[in-house]
């Protein structure tokens, strides 16, 4: 009942989704962004009931309280604790290296403020278990979730999370100025409308 009012919320709000994820990949690590607001947790609950595209959503452990775990756990989060990225790699390489199919959804930005210094768990949980990376875009000023093509990371980390920081910075959060910026992108507030 929940997942369905979320639904609702999502589209009479005039949201859309742009682009598709594969349902053939068993396996995936979707990396979300830019990240700057509670709502997005919302969105991707939307998303995942509305495109039939299960996966498990990380949330910070200090939201995990009773009885609001409860209502985390029905709408798809998983607790993670971001002072100790080791144990949840751990914990996600082998899930899936147990299951046929497993997906999760991480955001590298590790926060809703401004974040240049990502975490890469997901690069280490992909590279461990050859899943691919799917990167996922929500974008206020259009009122789109964006799907782009899957990638599979490669050995290069600073390039591959150049090319992923270079296309999310195309996207505006619901507060741009906490977005993600590439080298030299001046985006200010004032440019997107909410």
């Not at 775990?69 to 914990?91: I, M, Q």
């Not at 930005?109 to 461990?128: I, Q, Y």
């Amino acid at each position: 009942m929940i997942k369905w009012c979320i639904s609702y919320w999502f589209k009479m709000k005039g949201w859309k989704f742009t682009g598709t994820l594969p349902k053939r990949m068993k396996k995936s690590v979707i990396v979300v962004g830019p990240h700057t607001s509670r709502q997005d947790f919302f969105l991707g609950v939307a998303v995942s009931h509305l495109s039939k595209f299960h996966s498990r959503m990380l949330v910070n452990k200090k939201y995990f309280w009773f009885p609001l775990n409860k209502v985390l756990d029905h709408l798809g989060a998983f607790p993670f604790d971001p002072k100790n990225p080791k144990s949840t790699e751990l914990y996600w390489v082998n899930k899936f290296n147990e299951r046929r199919k497993c997906s999760v959804v991480m955001v590298p930005e590790s926060g809703k403020s401004r974040n240049d210094d990502w975490d890469l768990t997901f690069h280490r949980l992909a590279r461990k278990t050859g899943s691919p990376v799917a990167m996922v875009a929500l974008d206020y000023k259009t009122k789109e979730v964006k799907f782009h093509t899957h990638f599979f990371p490669t050995e290069d980390i600073d390039r591959d999370v150049d090319f992923m920081k270079n296309w999310l910075s195309t996207y505006h959060g619901k507060y741009p100025d906490q977005g993600i910026f590439r080298q030299g992108n001046t985006v200010q507030a004032s440019q997107v409308n909410n």
